[in-house]
């Protein structure tokens, strides 16, 4: 995490001395910071949302960074788990059910290339670009246990049960970030930014992809 | 060109961090983060076992252990891998274990079980069981009780009769006093093993009979060798849980000759068969000779334990006689007997004229013991009763029946 900080410093810093030898770009384009949100596809489907800022290093290429939160990406290994200590409760008591669900909360850093566009009309308009980036993700298992409506999960014991990392705690994994969108500027100073991403976390167990579709709505500088 | 340059460094320095981050783990989690593992593996959820056998409640003889407990295996949510610890305690609280089993492997079949080692007896006994599996050390099932029954001890057989050393029939009856006994025993059987050596080498005859009311006895099935010393010892044990006691103290006895009343042809006129008389004197010894060179003593010397009167010989009071001498001889396999000489009050055991040649021809005796004249070394019988020949009773008592060989100096 400290040597991807330092590169977007010195990214920034490059970014900087690139401008000033392109020539200056437009005042609202130089930086932006952006909130985005949107739907989360994976095993299930969830939202998401985060913040991001970025500035341009030069000519059609933004350094950027993002953080957000995917509020659930579980995966199918993770229900199965739970599924299998709710059987085993179910053996003795009545209406036992489960919740699993995989929060993430993500960093990440890239690139981003904005396509050029001949028509400077269009340009204007329309900003379609790519961009690519890494950084780490924090995925938690949230499961909880309930008998008859009450919640048990923290005193699974008394029921002969012990959880496993697979089905508590959390851990941090390294996520890379592949995406692209069209933004719109919206007069002089906001932008409206349609946009995908597609997350690959990279877990011990089965891994998580973690899609990413949603609006952002920045302000330019 | 030179913009375009920039942002090629720029990419390439997203991408080798990007792949840095992917490689390089820290150590420990950042003290902003919280305490979560990195690129660890994740550790199973596991559910306790639930014990099977033996169900709550069980009585266990203490003769049934080892015992073997028996638990379904537990659910892990990453299957393979798990092993059992097994406990015992005294309490249901486990704080005073009796024992405990760790490591058992999984077993097939849905079920893992594991053998104890004995437990002390009569008591109560609570078992649970846990798994552990990749790391994550499950908790303890449902505990279950169980009993342990009483120690069975029996005490060795203690011998009733014959006397060590007795001399007795062919085919004795032997007898113990019943074993004492601790603990839930059911039907005890008595195993009585004959030998002619004190060792018990070889066993010479052997029975088991179920036990008496306060006493067990064992007569073989077959005569044993005559004049003979066998010894003999019994053994208890209880036929439910197979458990014996020690072996008795070694008895022996000597076989010798007996002559069945009932079974004897009484050889003098009008005597009467004295089998049913009641035994109250005991022969002390028999000493004669019928050599022909002799006055033919024969001295059957004996103790009373009641009063033998003393009737007038035929109605004479000057000659008082309390007793006859018997002489039982086996004449064609079978034996014959009578009353022979009387005692004379005051006149102590012996009566002459007894030879060889003589006792039968001078007995009075009807045929064929009218002309036995026994061999030296043949067995005689000899007995003392009161008055029983020619019609002269009084009390019709007897003493025991005594077979020896026939002695007659004249043949060394």
């Given at each position: 995490?400290?040597?991807l900080?330092?590169?977007?410093?010195?990214a920034?810093?490059?970014?900087?001395?690139?401008?000033?030898?392109?020539?200056a770009?437009?005042?609202?384009?130089?930086?932006?910071?952006?909130?985005?949100?949107?739907?989360?596809?994976?095993?299930?489907?969830s939202?998401?949302?985060?913040?991001?800022?970025?500035?341009?290093?030069?000519?059609?290429?933004?350094?950027?960074?993002?953080?957000?939160?995917?509020?659930?990406a579980?995966?199918?290994?993770?229900?199965?788990?739970?599924?299998?200590?709710a059987?085993?409760?179910?053996q003795?008591?009545?209406?036992?059910?489960?919740?699993?669900?995989?929060?993430?909360?993500?960093?990440?850093?890239?690139?981003?290339?904005?396509?050029?566009?001949n028509?400077?009309?269009?340009?204007?308009?329309?900003?379609?670009?790519?961009?690519l980036?890494?950084?780490?993700?924090?995925?938690?298992?949230?499961?909880?246990?309930?008998?008859?409506?009450?919640?048990?999960?923290?005193?699974?014991?008394?029921?002969?049960?012990?959880?496993?990392t697979?089905?508590?705690?959390?851990?941090?994994k390294?996520?890379?970030?592949?995406?692209?969108?069209i933004?719109?500027?919206?007069g002089?100073?906001?932008?409206?930014?349609?946009?995908?991403?597609?997350?690959?976390?990279?877990?011990?167990?089965?891994g998580?992809?973690?899609s990413?579709?949603?609006?952002?709505?920045?302000?330019?500088? | 060109?030179?913009?375009?340059?920039?942002?090629?460094?720029?990419?390439?320095?997203?991408?080798?961090?990007?792949?840095?981050?992917?490689k390089?783990?820290?150590?420990?989690?950042s003290?902003?983060?919280?305490?979560?593992?990195?690129?660890?593996?994740?550790?199973?959820?596991?559910?306790a076992?639930?014990p099977?056998?033996?169900?709550?409640?069980?009585?266990?003889?203490?003769?049934?252990?080892p015992?073997?407990?028996?638990?379904?295996?537990?659910?892990?949510?990453?299957?393979?891998?798990?092993?059992?610890?097994?406990?015992?305690?005294?309490?249901?609280?486990?704080?005073?274990?009796a024992?405990?089993k760790?490591?058992?492997?999984?077993?097939?079949?849905?079920?893992?079980s594991?053998?104890?080692?004995?437990?002390?007896?009569?008591?109560d006994?609570?078992?649970?069981?846990?798994?552990?599996?990749?790391g994550?050390?499950?908790?303890?099932?449902?505990?279950?009780?169980?009993?342990?029954?009483?120690?069975?001890?029996?005490?060795?057989?203690?011998?009733?009769?014959?006397a060590?050393?007795?001399?007795?029939?062919?085919?004795?009856?032997?007898?113990v006093t019943?074993?004492?006994?601790?603990?839930?025993?059911?039907?005890?059987?008595?195993?009585?093993?004959?030998?002619?050596?004190?060792?018990?080498?070889?066993?010479?005859v052997?029975?088991?009979?179920?036990e008496?009311?306060?006493r067990?006895?064992?007569?073989?099935?077959?005569?044993?060798?005559?004049?003979?010393?066998?010894?003999?010892?019994?053994?208890?044990?209880?036929?439910?849980s197979?458990?014996?006691?020690?072996?008795?103290?070694t008895?022996?006895?000597t076989?010798?000759?007996?002559?069945?009343?009932?079974?004897?042809?009484?050889?003098?006129?009008?005597?009467?068969?004295?089998?049913?008389?009641?035994v109250?004197a005991?022969?002390?010894?028999?000493?004669?000779?019928?050599n022909?060179?002799?006055?033919?003593?024969?001295?059957?010397?004996?103790s009373?334990?009641?009063?033998?009167?003393?009737?007038?010989?035929?109605?004479?009071?000057?000659?008082?006689v309390?007793?006859?001498?018997?002489?039982?001889?086996?004449?064609?396999?079978?034996w014959?007997?009578?009353?022979?000489?009387?005692?004379?009050?005051?006149?102590?055991?012996?009566?002459?004229?007894?030879?060889?040649?003589?006792?039968?021809?001078d007995?009075?005796?009807?045929?064929?013991?009218?002309?036995w004249?026994?061999?030296p070394?043949?067995?005689?019988?000899?007995?003392?009763?009161?008055?029983?020949?020619?019609?002269?009773?009084?009390?019709?008592?007897?003493?025991?029946?005594?077979?020896?060989?026939?002695?007659?100096?004249?043949?060394?």
């Amino acid at each position: 995490m400290r040597s991807l900080l330092a590169f977007l410093v010195g990214a920034f810093a490059l970014g900087g001395v690139a401008h000033a030898q392109s020539g200056a770009a437009p005042a609202a384009d130089r930086a932006f910071v952006e909130v985005f949100g949107g739907s989360a596809f994976g095993n299930v489907t969830s939202q998401s949302y985060g913040l991001a800022l970025g500035a341009t290093v030069a000519e059609n290429v933004q350094v950027f960074i993002e953080g957000g939160v995917v509020r659930n990406a579980a995966t199918s290994d993770l229900g199965t788990a739970a599924q299998v200590i709710a059987g085993y409760l179910s053996q003795t008591q009545a209406n036992v059910t489960f919740t699993a669900k995989e929060p993430v909360t993500f960093g990440v850093a890239g690139v981003k290339f904005l396509v050029p566009m001949n028509s400077s009309s269009m340009r204007v308009k329309l900003q379609p670009y790519v961009l690519l980036g890494g950084g780490l993700a924090k995925v938690k298992r949230d499961v909880s246990f309930a008998i008859a409506g009450s919640d048990v999960t923290s005193s699974l014991g008394t029921y002969g049960v012990t959880l496993g990392t697979d089905l508590s705690g959390g851990n941090n994994k390294p996520m890379l970030v592949v995406g692209g969108g069209i933004g719109v500027p919206i007069g002089r100073q906001f932008l409206f930014d349609l946009q995908y991403r597609y997350g690959r976390i990279f877990t011990e167990d089965q891994g998580m992809n973690v899609s990413r579709a949603g609006i952002g709505l920045g302000v330019r500088f | 060109m030179r913009c375009r340059s920039y942002a090629l460094v720029a990419t390439l320095a997203v991408l080798l961090a990007a792949a840095a981050c992917s490689k390089s783990s820290p150590a420990s989690p950042s003290s902003s983060a919280a305490a979560a593992p990195v690129d660890v593996a994740l550790t199973p959820s596991v559910a306790a076992p639930r014990p099977v056998s033996p169900t709550s409640g069980t009585q266990i003889a203490n003769a049934a252990q080892p015992i073997t407990l028996v638990a379904q295996n537990a659910l892990v949510t990453q299957p393979g891998g798990a092993s059992y610890t097994f406990e015992v305690a005294t309490d249901a609280a486990f704080a005073s274990k009796a024992q405990t089993k760790d490591g058992v492997a999984e077993g097939t079949g849905g079920r893992t079980s594991v053998t104890l080692d004995a437990l002390p007896a009569g008591k109560d006994y609570y078992w649970h069981a846990r798994a552990t599996a990749g790391g994550t050390v499950g908790v303890f099932g449902p505990s279950l009780k169980f009993t342990v029954g009483p120690a069975i001890v029996i005490s060795a057989p203690v011998p009733a009769s014959p006397a060590s050393g007795a001399s007795v029939s062919d085919r004795p009856t032997l007898t113990v006093t019943n074993a004492s006994r601790v603990g839930p025993v059911g039907t005890i059987s008595y195993r009585f093993d004959l030998s002619t050596s004190s060792a018990f080498g070889s066993i010479a005859v052997t029975g088991t009979v179920t036990e008496g009311s306060s006493r067990t006895s064992f007569t073989p099935s077959s005569v044993l060798a005559t004049n003979a010393t066998y010894y003999w010892r019994v053994t208890a044990t209880d036929q439910t849980s197979g458990i014996s006691s020690s072996a008795s103290a070694t008895q022996s006895f000597t076989t010798q000759v007996t002559i069945d009343l009932n079974a004897v042809i009484i050889s003098f006129p009008d005597a009467p068969n004295p089998a049913d008389w009641p035994v109250t004197a005991t022969i002390g010894a028999v000493e004669q000779d019928g050599n022909p060179a002799t006055p033919g003593n024969m001295c059957i010397s004996f103790s009373t334990s009641v009063d033998w009167p003393n009737i007038p010989f035929f109605g004479d009071p000057s000659v008082p006689v309390w007793a006859n001498q018997w002489y039982f001889a086996n004449i064609g396999g079978k034996w014959y007997g009578g009353p022979g000489e009387y005692l004379r009050a005051e006149r102590g055991f012996c009566k002459s004229g007894q030879r060889t040649n003589e006792i039968g021809p001078d007995g009075g005796w009807t045929s064929p013991m009218r002309e036995w004249a026994p061999r030296p070394g043949e067995l005689v019988g000899f007995m003392m009763s009161t008055p029983a020949r020619s019609g002269m009773r009084s009390t019709d008592q007897r003493s025991n029946i005594v077979v020896q060989p026939w002695v007659d100096s004249s043949a060394r």
